[in-house]
């Protein structure tokens, strides 16, 4: 998945991106409202982790300007705890907050969790074939049997899944998988599908190539 951190304090953006792509996620760092806006001019993305209070602006005016354009869930960053406060943040828009400082599993869970509304699911685990795919813990499994997924294919199924039987083109994964300064080309894409296609052909489910389009799942 690719997200989007808007956050001025740099010690902090830096071990918010390095915990996320950690995870095998992308995430885009913008340091002001400016930058976030050239960011998402450019770019789709999965989730938006936004602050408050940045250099030339307030995050909730932000917020509730992109809400006439976008639904793309944002979860608000905020120093403030007054209920007021993030009662104000949820009636502009946001899908959830966190109160500085935060721990990282929670900002963790917080994200899974706006993830999986947005998708309309109760659950972090989906049927893939005869497997069973938990989001949350990054496991692919046929009953008690563990299918051995890197960082990068678990990502790579679960941008599948949420597609929900649609087709996506290499440009489109990579979009969704690598943050701007990843260098990476079509052909790392060619080989991520490659290695889960194999894998996924234990668990009785299929990586369909659509000629000159793209890829699709079908996960039965």
């Known amino acids: 998945m690719r997200y989007l951190l808007v956050e001025d304090n740099q010690e902090l953006a830096e071990a918010v991106v390095n915990r996320i792509e950690l995870d095998g996620h992308a995430v885009d760092h913008a340091g002001s409202l400016a930058e976030a806006s050239d960011c998402l001019a450019a770019a789709d993305y999965d989730l938006i982790l936004l602050d408050v209070m940045l250099p030339d602006g307030d995050g909730r005016d932000f917020l509730a300007a992109r809400r006439d354009v976008s639904e793309t869930p944002v979860i608000v960053l905020t120093a403030r705890s007054q209920i007021s406060d993030r009662v104000g943040a949820l009636d502009q828009g946001a899908d ?103 894998k996924l052909g234990h668990a009785g489910a299929r990586i369909e190539t659509v000629r000159g389009v793209g890829y699709r799942l079908h996960m039965s």
């Open 96 to 198: 959830d907050y966190i109160t500085k400082p935060f721990d990282f599993s929670e900002l963790e869970a917080r994200c899974r969790a706006v993830l999986r509304r947005r998708g309309g699911a109760a659950r972090n685990d989906v049927a893939v074939g005869r497997a069973t795919f938990d989001m949350t813990n990054g496991t692919l499994a046929i009953g008690d049997e563990i299918i051995d997924l890197r960082n990068r294919e678990l990502r790579l199924l679960e941008v599948f899944v949420r597609s929900k039987g649609g087709i996506l083109s290499k440009a489109a994964l990579m979009d969704r998988m690598f943050s701007y300064d990843a260098e990476i080309t079509e052909n790392a894409i060619e080989v991520y599908v490659g290695r889960l296609r194999k």
